[in-house]
T-cell receptor
């Protein structure tokens, strides 16, 4: 199975700052990584993904970085807004197994 | 497009009672997943189906839990008898054919067992 962990359970930032949420995975065979956002009272929602043949992928205000050497990925949110407040999960998958979710990091954006 | 639909959204029951959670996956998706989320354990995969067939139920905590998928548009997760430690939010998710990596989650059912 996959063990996926996050470095910090809670991250507090000021509105307008950039946020960085980190995640580590244990299975070297993982080749697909996904970030989900879970707002209060809702299910996790897909944000962005990256395959292992890439080191970086950008979306709208979000960037995911993958370091396969140390089995680490991060989610960067630019110009964080109050609406970004949520719990963020990383998931590692690929191959024949179902993605495993990390514990989640709670992002709190202060206006 | 309708997303994954779950019912009920909230369930409060007493210990020992039977609880049935329901899920309707996104039309055309052939994978269906049941998760449990708690503060202590995070998001745990309980069981998943492919084409209505259970593939892996190793996450089901014990025999009190059972899941069925009688057809492509409906699944149930049953707890009988329920216990207070079953209190959690239960999510159903579905994935399109050939892609289990990206899952579409329902809004969840918050279960409270008194």
């Amino acid at each position: 199975g996959e063990s996926v962990g996050l470095h910090l359970p809670t991250l507090s930032v000021q509105e307008g700052d950039n946020s960085i949420i980190n995640c580590a995975y244990s299975n070297s065979a993982s080749d697909y990584f996904i970030w989900y956002k879970q707002e209060s009272g809702k299910g996790p929602q897909f944000i962005i993904d990256i395959r292992s043949n890439m080191d970086k992928r950008q979306g709208q205000r979000v960037t995911v970085l993958l370091n396969k050497t140390v089995k680490h990925l991060s989610l960067q949110i630019a110009a964080t807004q109050p609406g970004d407040s949520a719990v963020y999960f990383c998931a590692a998958g690929g191959g024949s197994y179902i993605p495993t979710f990390g514990r989640g990091t709670s992002l709190i954006v202060h206006p | 497009d309708a997303g994954v639909i779950q019912s009920p959204r909230h369930e409060v029951t007493e210990m020992g009672q039977e609880v049935t959670l329901r899920c309707k996956p996104i039309s055309g998706h052939d994978y269906l997943f049941w998760y449990r989320q708690t503060m202590m354990r995070g998001l745990e995969l309980l069981i998943y189906f492919n084409n209505n067939v259970p593939i892996d139920d190793s996450g089901m905590p014990e025999d009190r839990f059972s899941a069925k998928m009688p057809n492509a548009s409906f699944s149930t997760l049953k707890i009988q008898p329920s216990e207070p430690r079953d209190s959690a939010v239960y999510f159903c998710a579905s994935s399109p054919p050939g892609n289990t990596d990206t899952q579409y989650f329902g809004p969840g059912t918050r279960l409270t067992v008194l």
